[in-house]
């Protein structure tokens, strides 16, 4: 993946291993490389509808770069990472806020309209909602492997209110061309692992 981020800062290792290594800590099961690189794939595939896609690329790369599993402010504290890494990097002021908004956004994928790389970012962090079963099974399985210390009779009802506030949305995604399936998809994926968890015992 360190190619990935070398098409932006041709010949730069050193952030990249890092941001990867930071990907990669043992405590991740979710929000790993995996993840990060299906948001790049999606990314690449749909970049013509950013008004930066660079921007979003950088966004993914940072956006959980700093992941504690029950810490509050992961968003800022790796928005914070990125402008001061991006500033390092030479990277230009307007762009290094635009990455580090782009990052903030991704604690409650608030897009406003109109906001293009926004919704690109947004719907490359859910894409895995919509998913084929297994994938998505697999990203339910997980998830409550990151949250294995919170007991069932917690996170089961508490994941179920994450899941329904996402599938009662009247848009999951927003910018992709195939917005609409992936929104059919996700919604069955999220009413199954809803099911799941408010009637397991």
């Given at each position: 993946?360190?190619?990935?981020?070398?098409?932006?800062?041709?010949?730069?290792?050193?952030?990249?291993?890092?941001?990867?290594?930071?990907?990669?800590?043992?405590?991740?099961?979710?929000?790993?490389?995996?993840?990060?690189?299906?948001?790049?794939?999606?990314?690449?595939?749909?970049?013509?509808?950013?008004?930066?896609?660079d921007a979003?690329?950088?966004?993914?790369?940072?956006?959980?770069?700093?992941?504690?599993?029950?810490?509050?402010?992961?968003?800022?504290?790796?928005?914070?990472?990125?402008?001061?890494?991006?500033?390092?990097?030479?990277?230009?002021?307007?762009?290094?806020?635009?990455?580090?908004?782009?990052?903030?956004?991704?604690?409650?994928?608030?897009?406003?309209?109109?906001?293009?790389?926004?919704?690109?970012?947004?719907?490359?962090?859910?894409?895995?909602?919509?998913?084929?079963?297994?994938?998505?099974?697999?990203?339910a399985e997980?998830?409550?492997?990151?949250?294995?210390?919170?007991?069932?009779?917690?996170?089961?009802?508490?994941?179920?209110?994450?899941?329904?506030?996402?599938?009662?949305?009247?848009?999951?995604?927003?910018?992709?061309?195939?917005?609409?399936?992936?929104?059919?998809?996700?919604?069955?994926?999220?009413?199954?692992?809803?099911?799941?968890?408010?009637?397991?015992?």
């Open positions: 993946m360190i190619e990935a981020w070398q098409r932006i800062f041709p010949g730069e290792e050193t952030v990249g291993r890092d941001l990867l290594a930071r990907w990669s800590q043992p405590h991740r099961r979710y929000h790993t490389p995996e993840h990060l690189a299906l948001m790049l794939r999606v990314i690449d595939e749909h970049a013509r509808l950013a008004d930066d896609p979003v690329r950088l966004a993914a790369w940072f956006h959980d770069a700093v992941y504690e599993v029950f810490a509050a402010d992961n968003e800022e504290r790796s928005a914070a990472l990125a402008e001061t890494t991006l500033a390092a990097l030479g990277c230009s002021p307007r762009r290094a806020a635009e990455v580090a908004r782009l990052v903030r956004l991704t604690a409650g994928h608030a897009v406003e309209p109109g906001d293009r790389n926004g919704a690109l970012l947004a719907d490359a962090d859910l894409a895995i909602l919509a998913s084929d079963k297994a994938d998505y099974d697999r990203y997980a998830v409550r492997a990151e949250y294995a210390a919170v007991p069932d009779d917690v996170f089961r009802p508490g994941r179920a209110a994450i899941l329904r506030n996402l599938a009662d949305l009247p848009e999951i995604f927003r910018i992709v061309p195939a917005r609409a399936e992936w929104t059919a998809r996700a919604r069955v994926n999220l009413e199954a692992e809803i099911a799941t968890l408010l009637g397991a015992r």
